[in-house]
């Protein structure tokens, strides 16, 4: 089982810059400690002072310190099989196509109005045109389990508003 981060790091074959590796494994962690979302990861954040990010660098004391328990801790100060996965999951991912990125919530790429949500994902995976995250957009919100009429009126509504 790998421990550190450059270990991890080491598995994949990557054109991007190695600051990249490792603030995209830095997030990959901090989505897998369990029972901690983003509110309390920003109230920890907060407490310390620090970027989301920089959670990741504090001893197990002083997350002790903010109420995190053991398995939090242990899920975020090492990689896990599942965190490996994603890693390189993701990094083949990105690798792929020059037009799949990943973009952390402390990016200015991030869309503006994602981030002032109260619970903002994270990070985020796009395929196409990042620039397109600030143009004008619409969202339709429903149901995971749409029936046949909703779905095709969904459908006939998007075809409809991308003619204008």
Known sequence: MLTSFKELM???????????????LRWLCLNNVPQMGF???????QAMGCSLLDLTSLDAKTLASLSWDDTQIAA?????KSVQQHYKATCNWLNANENHHFIGL???DYPALLKSITRPPLFLYIAGNKTHLTDTQIAFVGTRK??????????????ELSIH
Not at 15 to 24: G, I, M, N, Q, V
Not at 76 to 80: C, R, V
């Open 39 to 45: 509110i309390r990861l920003r109230k920890s954040a």
């Open 146 to 159: 749409p029936s046949i009429y909703a779905t095709q009126t969904c459908f006939d509504l998007i075809q």
């Open 106 to 108: 402390d990016s200015n």
């Open 10 to 24: 080491d598995l994949t074959v990557s054109s991007r810059k190695p600051a990249f590796e490792d603030t995209l």
């Open 76 to 80: 975020l100060n090492s990689t896990s």
